[in-house]
Structures are given as structure tokens and as C-alpha cells.
């Protein structure tokens, strides 16, 4: 059960007074707003004073709406936070100086520079090392690299990285 429900809910399809009789706050928003209900919500989070966000449900369905929200997560103000995308299938976030990535042998961790070329790039634990290199926007270079362990770094010295971190689908059970 959520503890906040955050929104102009206009899309929402479950009980929202089942879910606030059970303790949920909903903080809802008038439908016409300059705010994206995500953004909204990630303000309410920065507010409380958390420093790791995991997002669910921002990246597909809409191209729009998943560019706004990967656009959003590069404001100053996220800067010092850990802001996850993850719909269970991909990871995403963005890289300012470094990160570790937790996943299994084979998985793709694709690094996409965000607006401007990313300078001093190194990977670790991936096929396809980057070795202090430069990645540009315009260029591929850094899409698919396998991951050879349970565990991949990336580094970057300026600029600003787009990470995927793409995990294989898991059979139903």
C-alpha cells in the first residue's frame, strides 16, 4: 500500500477511498497544472528528505512523456540524489561521477551522453572497456555493453550519462 498518492489523478483507476481509509495520504492536483504529476511527486520526496528514489511506471506508453521524464531528473536540484527509472525490465538513471551497477553476466548497460560530450569515461566489469575516453552525443560508442559479473562500474569526469541497465525477461512463473 502506497503511503502517498500524489496527482491530479486523472488516469487513476484503482480506489483511491479504499486506499485513503486504509491510511494512504492523496495529495491530489487540479488537471490543468504546469507540473508533471511525476515532477510533483518527486518535489514532495526531495521535501521529506530523500536522497534514493526509485521510480516505477515512467518509461513507456508514451515517447513524450518518457523524454519529459528523463529530462526532468536532470535538474540541479537531483543532483546529489540517487533517481532511479525502473519499469522491472530497465534500470535508468543519470551519471555525474559514478556508480556501481548490481546485475548478472550478460546484461546491457548502454551509456548515452546527455546534452554534451561526457569526458574521462571508464567502465569496469563490462565487454568493451572505455578507458578514459570521450563519449559524444552524436556517436554510439557507448550502447550495449555486456556486463561480465554480478557487478559493473562507471565513471565519468565531466558531462553527464544516461545509464540503462538492461536485464533480460524473466520467464513468468
Given amino acids: 500500500r502506497p503511503s ?10 484503482f480506489d483511491l477511498e479504499g486506499l485513503a481509509r486504509a491510511g494512504t495520504r492523496i495529495i491530489r492536483h487540479p488537471k490543468d497544472k504546469n507540473q508533471t504529476d511525476l515532477e510533483l511527486a518527486l518535489e514532495h520526496a526531495v521535501e521529506l528528505g530523500h536522497r534514493e528514489i526509485l521510480i516505477l511506471g515512467a518509461l513507456g506508453g508514451r515517447l ?10 536532470t535538474g540541479a536540484q537531483y543532483a546529489s ?55 559524444h552525443p552524436d556517436r554510439t560508442r557507448g550502447i550495449s555493453k555486456e556486463m561480465t559479473g554480478s557487478t559493473a562500474g562507471v565513471k ?9 541497465h538492461r536485464r533480460p525477461l524473466k520467464p513468468a512463473v
Avoid: H, M, Y
Avoid at 502517498?4 to 483507476?13: M, Y
Avoid at 530497465?90 to 548515452?112: K, T
Fill in 156 to 164: 565519468v569526469e565531466s558531462g553527464l550519462l544516461l545509464v540503462i
Fill in 81 to 135: 540524489l540517487d533517481i532511479r527509472l525502473d519499469d522491472g525490465q530497465e534500470e535508468v538513471f543519470f551519471l555525474r561521477n559514478q556508480a556501481v551497477i548490481p546485475g548478472e553476466p550478460g546484461d546491457l548497460v548502454s551509456l548515452i551522453p546527455w546534452g554534451e560530450a561526457a569526458g574521462g569515461v571508464q567502465t569496469e566489469g563490462l565487454r568493451w572497456q572505455l578507458k578514459g575516453e570521450t563519449l
Fill in 64 to 73: 513524450d512523456q518518457t523524454l519529459g521524464n528523463l529530462s526532468l531528473l
Fill in 4 to 13: 502517498v498518492i500524489i496527482g491530479d489523478l486523472d488516469s487513476a483507476t
